[in-house]
């Protein structure tokens, strides 16, 4: 089936470092993925929408300039949390849609990666 | 505006059934999916509705009312690896984007 990575699986930082999250599609291709942030005990709230060959698009609320993201290939975007600081620390999960399915069933699925933790002292 | 809604915790005891409920209003609808993430876990895909109607898949079944913005999950023969989040997500057009509900925290006890 398809899979997603994610690069760490868990970082801890100095507040006013920066932190370099890869999301990586094994084997398929995904013009698009998509970073979500999720907090303890709540549930997944969309950052932005990464974009092969074009710029992000973030959700309202969310720093660009805080949250760069690069989607380097049709496998691999990256996110940088950049002068993280403490309220920063959360669980960063991304994931890529495919097609799944035959032409009358099909669906676009999201596949999901393992979610990176970031804890930032 | 994009809402949907779950309630937060259900308890249920093992071998039981329990049904998890999610009620959405969005700008567009192309498919409602559910999603069970284990803590500190990803999420992962438990079923699809894009029509209305009962689709079931081993333990896990989820039923689709588009008219009523109303899905269900419905769990059977409960064990205590199902104690688990239950998240509800609505493809909101034909874009590629999910939006989540809050998610639901399912206690299986012995």
């Known amino acids: 089936g398809a899979v997603v990575s994610q690069h760490p699986s868990r970082v801890i930082c100095k507040s006013g470092t920066s932190v370099k999250i890869e999301c990586r599609s094994l084997?398929?291709?995904?013009?698009?993925m998509f970073w979500y942030r999720q907090f303890p005990k709540q549930s997944l709230m969309l950052m932005a929408t990464?974009?092969?060959?074009?710029?992000?698009?973030?959700e309202q609320g969310v720093e660009k300039d805080k949250f760069l993201i690069n989607h380097a290939s049709l496998t691999l975007s990256t996110l940088t949390v950049t002068s993280a600081h403490p309220e920063d620390s959360s669980f960063y999960i991304c994931?890529?849609?495919?097609?799944?399915?035959?032409?009358?069933?099909?669906?676009?699925?999201?596949?999901f990666g393992p979610g990176t933790r970031l804890t930032v002292l | 505006g994009q809402n949907i809604d779950q309630p937060t915790e259900m308890t249920a005891t093992e071998g039981a059934i329990v049904q998890i409920n999610c009620t959405y209003q969005?700008?567009?609808?192309?498919?409602l999916f559910w999603y069970q993430q284990h803590a500190g876990e990803a999420p992962t895909f438990l079923s699809y509705?894009?029509?209305?109607g009962l689709e079931e898949k081993g333990r896990f079944s989820s039923f689709l009312s588009r008219s009523k913005g109303y899905s269900y999950l419905l769990l059977k023969e409960l064990q205590m690896k199902d104690s688990a989040s239950y998240l509800c997500?609505?493809?909101?057009?034909?874009?590629?984007?999910?939006?989540f509900g809050p998610g639901t925290r399912l206690s299986v006890l012995p």
């Open positions: 994931s890529a849609p495919r097609q799944r399915g035959t032409s009358g069933r099909s669906r676009n699925e999201q596949f």
């Open positions: 969005t700008s567009g609808f192309n498919g």
């Open positions: 509705n894009v029509l209305d």
């Open positions: 997500a609505v493809r909101d057009g034909y874009g590629q984007n999910f939006v």
């Open positions: 084997d398929f291709q995904a013009t698009t």
């Open positions: 990464s974009n092969e060959g074009s710029k992000a698009t973030y």
